[in-house]
């Protein structure tokens, strides 16, 4: 029988793991733990050895008890807590207790009276509001009966929805006093930022020659939605910036287009260009999205940019990987004829022929402006992407060297992950939504898709650093770097990961020039 005082401490909690504790499963259906919010639970712990080792049967117990020593304790011994509950209670104390309990409903009915109800003469305090919580906050608040324990006069009732809402979910906020949820706040907020931004996108287009510098600059931290066609024909070199040249641009380079059309896509069945053909034709079916892309006036036009493209590039041809970078252009340009939010699942058929001629065009001059800064990576052998990965591993070895180190010692090889992250400038890792909201950025700097690029792979890396160095085997490793769990990112995320990639240019800028010496 273990004493007096261990068996007080029997039951209490610890923060090392015991027998039954719920350990977090990570999947496709499992996004991970924010380690902002479950920052305790990242907590390095010892490698448990693969050879079973046979533990003591008589220290095991001991062990536990050990473990277990820090649980509740109400600061009362087992003999004192049975004795306090075979006491039998003061029938006068307990009419007083029930007494003050009504007296103080009382008084909290008197605190939610409406203005309505008070005398003329009467008017009612000015209420305390309790301190915001910061929106970058993300610790619990403390419960209602935590915090307001009682309502007595002159405190503010209001205050108790406030500080109720911010722990219940949005939808049960409403009903709390008639409190507006802090949602709906900051969505409204949100709203008028971003009205705000539009209109200075608006103004700076409106002029007679467009400032292309303001304009990246603006365009750094993502472009509305309204305006994003045209500033990315802007920003591409596709468009000049004075505003009189552009329909006579527009008309000729589209003009030029589809003359390419008329010229060589019957060529397409020749025995030189089968093969091309042939493999155009069987990736496009695979790309994303495919209620979009199945669609067949959807998969004639990507057919015709993509074979345009490899038969005017022969120094390339088409590469897999190529095919990838035809839909953010499409989709933005498609959206100025689509009134639907989500443009994944939109019917092109309604927009009209003339329309579908135009968004063709813009995408295949805009598409081959983003392939002339890049086409290295699409050459024999793919040189650029060799020396780009080379250069993400020399970038990781400075920016963290644990996690380059981690890798190494797995024998895990940045060739095989980061070839695609290169090949398909992460469209495969991100959703849709999020390419276009990088892709704003990347048209904003200076060599985006070839240079900056390169620091956000290697923010990719620093931001799933945690559960990198938690995986211990070369196989899950590698499916983890390969099926990063992005699949409920938005353009706050993407925002973050641009932030932290400008960041490690800033420090790291000398980094991807290395290997150009």
Same mark, same amino acid.
């Given at each position: ?15 090392? !793991? ?21 920052? &305790?639970?990242?907590?390095? &712990? ?7 080792? !046979? ?7 001991? =062990? ?11 600061? *009362?011994?087992?003999?004192? %807590?049975?004795?306090?509950?075979? =006491? ?7 009419? *007083? ?29 000015? @209420? /305390? ?55 709906? $706040? ?28 303001? $304009? ?8 509305? !939605? ?9 920003? @591409?070199? +596709? ?16 003009? =030029? ?9 019957? @060529?397409?069945?020749?025995? /030189? ?53 035809? &839909? ?14 989500? /443009?994944? &699942? ?31 990576? +699409? ?12 250069? %993400?591993?020399?970038?990781? @070895? ?48 200076? =060599? ?20 990198? %160095?938690? *995986?211990?085997?070369?196989? *899950?490793?590698?499916?983890? $770097? ?19 990639? +400008? ?11 290395? +290997?150009?010496?």
């Amino acid at each position: 029988m273990a004493s007096d005082g261990a068996r007080k401490q029997f039951w209490k909690r610890s923060n090392s !793991k015991v027998p039954g504790s719920i350990q977090h499963v990570y999947g496709a259906q499992h996004p991970p733990f924010d380690p902002l919010l479950h920052g &305790t639970l990242l907590r390095a &712990t010892p490698k448990v050895p693969t050879t079973p080792v !046979k533990a003591k049967r008589g220290s095991t117990f001991q =062990e536990f008890e050990r473990n277990t020593s820090d649980a509740w304790d109400a600061g *009362e011994d087992d003999d004192e %807590l049975l004795a306090m509950a075979a =006491e039998s209670l003061n029938t006068a104390v307990v009419m *007083e207790t029930a007494n003050r309990v009504l007296r103080n409903h009382s008084q909290r009915q008197g605190c939610h009276k409406p203005p309505e109800a008070l005398g003329p003469e009467q008017k009612p305090k000015p @209420s /305390v509001e309790p301190p915001l919580v910061p929106s970058g906050d993300l610790r619990l608040v403390k419960s209602v009966s935590e915090s307001h324990t009682s309502c007595p006069a002159g405190s503010a009732s209001d205050a108790v929805p406030l500080q109720r809402s911010l722990s219940l979910p949005p939808s049960a906020t409403v009903a709390l006093g008639g409190v507006p949820e802090p949602s709906t $706040l900051s969505s409204s907020a949100l709203s008028e930022r971003e009205a705000s931004r539009l209109d200075k996108f608006k103004q700076l287009l409106a002029g007679p020659n467009t400032d292309l510098e303001e $304009l990246r600059k603006l365009s750094w931290s993502g472009i509305p !939605k309204p305006v994003r066609a045209i500033t990315w024909k802007l920003l @591409s070199g +596709y468009l000049p910036a004075n505003v009189d040249r552009r329909p006579a641009t527009l008309q000729r380079k589209q003009k =030029e287009y589809f003359a390419f059309i008329d010229h060589y896509y019957d @060529s397409r069945t020749d025995e /030189v260009h089968q093969d091309t053909y042939r493999q155009i034709h069987i990736d496009i079916p695979r790309m994303s999205p495919e209620a979009l892309i199945l669609q067949p006036k959807v998969t004639e036009i990507f057919e015709r940019i993509l074979f345009i493209w490899a038969i005017r590039h022969p120094a390339s041809g088409y590469v897999q990987g190529i095919n990838d970078l035809v &839909t953010p252009f499409f989709v933005v340009f498609i959206c100025e004829y689509i009134d639907e939010e989500d /443009v994944d &699942t939109a019917d092109v058929s309604c927009v009209p022929a003339d329309a579908l001629r135009n968004v063709e065009a813009d995408t295949y001059w805009c598409m081959s402006r983003l392939l002339d800064g890049i086409q290295d990576n +699409y050459t024999f052998a793919q040189p650029g992407i060799q020396m780009k990965v080379k250069i %993400l591993e020399e970038l990781v @070895s400075r920016i963290d060297g644990q996690v380059h180190r981690h890798l190494d010692q797995h024998e895990v090889r940045y060739l095989q992950f980061a070839f695609r992250w290169m090949n398909n400038l992460l469209m495969r890792e991100v959703p849709l939504r999020c390419t276009i909201r990088l892709w704003d950025t990347y048209q904003s700097e200076p =060599e985006g898709f070839a240079h900056f690029h390169l620091y956000v792979c290697a923010a990719f890396l620093v931001r799933w650093r945690k559960e990198i %160095l938690e *995986e211990r085997d070369f196989q *899950e490793l590698l499916l983890f $770097l390969q099926n990063l769990p992005t699949a409920h990112w938005g353009d706050e995320d993407v925002s973050l990961l641009l932030a932290e990639a +400008y960041r490690l240019k800033f420090v790291f800028a000398d980094a991807p020039n290395h +290997y150009k010496k």
